[in-house]
């Protein structure tokens, strides 16, 4: 039985609307309180969707606000006192620019530090792939949330890594040597117990849209980025249409693209079809509505959506992007296309609604797929056995 409870501070750059950031509080719901004791700071303001959700869970979210990255290095002294201050005993940081921050203050205070790495490498700018490339031995674990990840993190790297698997034994441990860092794999993780198909909710949404009852529904959601390619995703869309003319399309999300693909929308004509009602904190109504989870992404981590999708019972067609493949298996859970032949989209749209019967046997199978491999309890569990075993590494 520990003495204290092991206090550990979640370090990113925004507590928004993310893939990453969402599942910081879903986490949190599920981690064990009574041995670990979670801080959650984070960089820019404005961006605090969030905050509410982790301080009604009884944490503490702290913003050390800065306006662009260059001011998140000028946080590092800050940053420091305060974990001093509060006794942290690992700083657990997500997304590269807050990994290079969490490995100066780390250097600083000799604290852990771990950084879960949501994406593949080759997809970063260049300032930010060096800046991480150059400070990742710095760190004592990494954690991929999928094997195409991890395999981006050794391809591209300079650093050597320990292997570590969990429950960890510290076998290899070095002492007076230079600090070489453990990789391993924690696959993202989603609430099953709350990501349960609701037929009566998803109706209601339906109604609110406009769509009919028994009218079939392919939806997504998502930040409204490039790499999402919504545009083609809308393209897609028409195309099905041509051949499914009663079926309709819901996009929820917002993002920096939302003009751009507002007006392709309207360039496609199919404005009374695609419903784009916005940003929702609660999304478990949505998927509820849609019988098919469409992504065409470039590329991907291991999308969280996905796997919300999955749980709540939708069928999936996608392209095989980062850890999609990884997630949903061909013919059993899912239906994919290699990325650059997205316009196979359409035909397995098609196909699907044409055939109800397998339509309904992959979206059973999608939810088994996910409650089996993909939940936030092991996910959770995973990381405390790692925390544990660095706490006590460091002695």
């Known amino acids: 039985m520990l003495n204290h409870k092991i206090k550990v501070l979640h370090l990113i750059k925004s507590l928004g609307r993310g893939g990453a950031e969402m599942l910081l509080p879903e986490t949190l719901k599920v981690h064990d309180r009574e041995q670990f004791d979670f801080h959650f700071a984070y960089f820019l ?13 009884g944490a503490r979210a702290v913003c050390f606000k800065a306006n662009n990255n260059l001011q998140m290095f000028q946080r590092v002294g800050e940053i420091s006192r305060y974990v001093q201050e509060h006794q942290v005993d690992v700083i657990h940081s997500h997304l590269p620019w807050a990994g290079v921050i969490a490995r100066l203050v780390g250097k600083k205070t000799g604290i852990p530090v771990v950084y879960t790495e949501h994406n593949k490498w080759e997809r970063y700018n260049k300032i930010t792939y060096w800046l991480n490339k150059l400070s990742f031995g710095w760190q004592d674990a990494a954690v991929a949330v999928s094997d195409d990840v991890q395999q981006s993190i050794r391809k591209n790297s300079v650093t050597n890594f320990r292997e570590l698997v969990l429950p960890a034994v510290r076998e290899d441990k070095i002492n007076g040597k230079a600090k070489i860092p453990y990789l391993l794999n924690i696959l993202n993780g989603v609430n ?168 309904k046997n992959l979206a059973e199978c999608a939810r088994n797929r996910v409650v089996q491999d993909f939940s936030i309890n092991k996910m959770a569990s995973q990381l405390e056995a790692l925390y544990l075993f660095l706490k006590e590494e460091k002695g």
């Open 45 to 57: 303001p404005w961006k605090d969707q969030m905050v509410p959700a982790i301080e009604a869970l």
């Open 192 to 359: 099953t117990a709350h990501f349960v198909r609701d037929e009566q909710v998803g109706l209601q949404i339906r109604q609110e849209l406009g769509i009919p009852a028994n009218a079939p529904v392919i939806g997504t959601v998502s930040v409204f980025r490039f790499q999402k390619r919504l545009d083609v995703w809308m393209e897609i869309a028409a195309e099905i249409l041509k051949k499914m003319p009663e079926a309709h399309f819901i996009i929820v999300g917002d993002g920096p693209l939302k003009e751009e693909l507002l007006a392709k929308r309207k360039t496609l004509g199919i404005e009374e079809r695609l419903h784009m009602p916005g940003l929702k904190t609660d999304v478990k109504p949505y998927f509820s509505a849609m019988d098919i989870y469409m992504m065409s992404s470039i590329f991907e981590g291991l999308p969280i959506a996905l796997l919300e999708a999955m749980s709540c019972g939708c069928a999936v067609i996608s392209t095989k992007a980062g850890g999609v493949g990884e997630v949903v298996e061909e013919g059993k859970s899912g239906l994919l296309c290699e990325v650059d032949e997205y316009k196979k989209l359409a035909e397995l749209g098609v196909g699907l609604l044409n055939e109800p019967e397998r339509l």
